[in-house]
């Protein structure tokens, strides 16, 4: 029988390492997600995951949209001295972001907590938050200079790095120290320790560069990036609110049996993520492969499939792993199961348009889309607590799927304005189907 095609090949085999690595990471998250909600109990593991959650909010913002720049420009633009400073310029921003994200998300943490739980802003917990905030601006940026250079291996495989590099620092306090602010400590230093290797390894792939940035290329690639960041920032924001709604109205203890439903529902999300980063680069390319519809359809079984098996398991282990306190998170996965299903057509929509440079648009999307998260959460929490949480996402993510696909379908054939004087080049229109 003839062999597959060497480019079908070649995607299949790329699909299956990122899927891989997707899913090395969500286990790993989940097994850290189990093993300090065992350790903290509910209150204890609710302040923690408010903390994961502002450390992996805060980088995006920092940020400013410059690493789905980085991947939409970095393809069309020469291989010479203006490729060199695209890097340079991503390198230093990114530099720059690491002090921002440190001291944003302490002043965040230390604000909510009079509204949530005065734990947020002991000392301790504020330093820990600053190391692991650290390390999750590295786990945002790094990455997407592998993805940029169409590196998805390497990218794949230091994100794994990264993320095993956390869980195995908050194994090493939960055995030495079990406290929220050692293992936040626990998991930043993990990731730290892992970004340095990949460091040396990006810089000697040229896809890191200290090299002084020219002003105008630095303005550039803020400029254009941060058109993308309503989308980046808002989905975080609009994936994350439930958390600090729940905090602040129902209390700690209610968000850490809530962020078990939603550790072990996210595991069907693999699927999409993998399959988004492939759709990202074809639409940057522009003569890739760009095939919306089909990636939605199989990403949709995938996702029912692997949906139903972590409904099952999660709903007979979770009593007796983490005792009778965490009984409330069985319903709440299942609602949460639901909302990933609905959250498909998004995870590929977005990718798309961020990879063609449809970055105003997208990021005028995706303000909107977390404005209105804000007066939904607020609205079910208030009637139906956790459960209203579970619903609420449910109808975000549907909410985002339609509205990001109807974007997708009228930019597939549109052609962009003309970019201001001295933008960076962009990829050429979507017009594949």
């Known amino acids: 029988m003839a062999g597959r095609p ?17 899913a090395v990471q969500l286990g790993s998250n989940m097994v850290a997600a189990l093993l300090a909600s065992a ?33 939409a420009a970095y393809p069309s633009t020469p291989a010479d001295v203006r490729r060199r400073d695209l890097i340079a310029s991503y390198t230093w921003w990114s530099v720059a972001a690491v002090g921002i994200a440190a001291v944003t998300a302490v002043a965040v943490s230390a604000a909510c907590a009079p509204l949530i739980d005065p734990g947020l802003a002991d000392p301790r917990y504020l330093l820990a938050l600053a190391v692991l905030t650290c390390g999750y601006v590295a786990h945002t940026q ?29 194994l090493v306090a939960v055995a030495v120290a079990p406290a929220v602010w050692t293992l936040l400590a626990g998991q930043g230093l993990g990731m730290l320790a892992a970004v340095t290797v990949q460091v040396t390894r990006l810089r000697a792939a040229g896809l890191l560069s200290f090299a002084p940035p020219t002003r105008g290329d630095l303005a550039a690639l803020l400029r254009q990036g941060v058109r993308a960041l309503g989308l980046t920032l808002g989905l975080a924001l609009t994936l994350r609110l439930d958390r600090y709604v729940l905090g602040a109205i129902t209390g700690a203890a209610t968000v850490g049996v809530y962020s078990v439903a939603s550790t072990l529902g996210q595991l069907p999300r693999m699927v999409p993520t993998a399959i988004g980063q492939l759709v990202n680069r074809d639409a940057a390319l522009a003569d890739g492969p760009l095939r919306p519809v089909r990636a939605v359809a199989t990403t949709a079984v995938a996702v029912v499939a692997t949906g139903a098996v972590t409904t099952a398991l999660g709903w ?23 909302a990933e299903i609905a959250f498909v057509p998004y995870a590929v929509a977005s990718r798309a348009l961020l990879g063609a440079g449809r970055m105003g648009a997208v990021g005028a999307f995706g303000l909107l889309w977390s404005a209105a998260a804000v007066l939904l959460f607020v609205v079910a929490v208030g009637l139906w607590d956790a459960l209203g949480a579970a619903l609420a996402c449910v109808t975000l993510y549907a909410g985002l799927s339609v509205s990001s696909w109807w974007l997708l379908t009228r930019r597939l054939t549109r052609r962009p304005a003309a970019e201001p004087a001295g933008a960076l080049p962009q990829p050429a229109p979507l017009t594949r189907v």
């Open 6 to 22: 060497p480019v079908i090949r070649s995607r299949r085999s790329t699909l299956a390492l990122l899927t891989g690595s997707s």
């Open 316 to 338: 007979l282990v979770i009593v007796p792993l983490l005792g009778p306190q965490f009984v409330g998170a069985r319903p709440l996965l299942l609602v949460l199961v639901v």
């Open 142 to 170: 790094l990455p997407d200079s592998w993805y940029a250079a169409g590196g998805f291996r390497n990218g794949s495989l230091w994100a794994i790095t990264t993320t095993v590099g956390g869980t195995a620092g908050l």
């Open 39 to 71: 350790v903290l109990g509910p209150h204890g593991r609710g302040l923690m995951v408010l903390g994961v959650s502002t450390a992996g909010i805060v980088p995006l913002l920092a940020g400013l949209g410059t690493g789905p720049q980085l991947r």
